[in-house]
């Protein structure tokens, strides 16, 4: 008996911490993340520490004599030939600057925008695809719901973790008389998929990181700090 009344009084408190006080809204935001198709190029202070280390390396590693290494000169080789092209890093994409594609900046992370009315704006803005907290088991669901609104089947998605990754305040400009938003910020990732039929909005865009603060940027130190690429 004492078990069941502690599990409803934990229900109880987790209800209470979702419905606040001063009658602000709670909004489940998802960053959609399309992660590097194509390894990116190195940074030149990693590669400048891995040469430093691999010469670090060089001075204790075993020293074969020329006669071993040159053995496999001596094979008999073949008459095939492999002609090795590596794919181009820019697209099709790239070069008209198609940010509904998810056929551009291959090396890059891309987050999904769309363009609509939203929670505490009387008009379409860009936002990221967000759901305002109301009857789910939590607010993972709401931000499953949130996604699904907008791309439909959930199957080729990965959320990442069950917590946020961030949370922040918002009050409408506007009008001071709506409620200010929380707004909790979940990961979600494209996974084997290259095109999504996005719906609910009047245009989505597929931007990177250092887009994002074209799109928001009142909001820019905010996301570079959440954001970690």
Not at 120 to 140: D, I, Q, T
Not at 193 to 218: G, H, M, Q
Request: charged share 30%; proline share 5%.
């Amino acid at each position: 008996m004492q078990r069941c009344c502690s599990s409803a009084g934990r229900s109880a408190i987790g209800k209470r911490w979702f419905s606040s006080s001063n009658n602000d809204k709670i909004v489940a935001s998802v960053l959609f993340e399309r992660l590097p198709v194509v390894v990116p190029k190195i940074d030149p202070t990693v590669y400048a520490f891995q040469e430093f280390s691999f010469r670090g390396r060089q001075q204790y590693r075993r020293e074969y004599p020329e006669s071993f290494l040159k053995k496999s000169d001596t094979r008999g080789k073949g008459d095939y030939q492999i002609d090795y092209k590596p794919a181009p890093r820019t697209s099709e994409a790239d070069k008209t600057n198609d940010q509904r594609s998810l056929h551009r900046a291959l090396d890059r992370r891309l987050y999904l925008l769309v363009h609509g009315t939203t929670q505490g704006s009387g008009k379409p803005v860009w936002h990221f695809p967000e759901k305002v907290y109301e009857s789910e088991e939590n607010l993972r669901k709401c931000a499953d719901s949130a996604l699904e609104s907008f791309i439909g089947d959930l199957s080729h998605t990965y959320f990442v973790g069950n917590a946020p990754m961030g949370h922040m305040v918002m009050q409408s400009t506007e009008d001071k008389k709506i409620p200010s938003m929380k707004r909790f910020f979940f990961k979600s990732q494209v996974i084997a998929a290259n095109k999504f039929d996005i719906r609910k909005c009047d245009d989505p865009v597929w931007v990177t990181k250092d887009e994002l603060s074209e799109y928001f940027p009142e909001q820019a130190e905010f996301l570079n700090k959440m954001i970690i690429s």
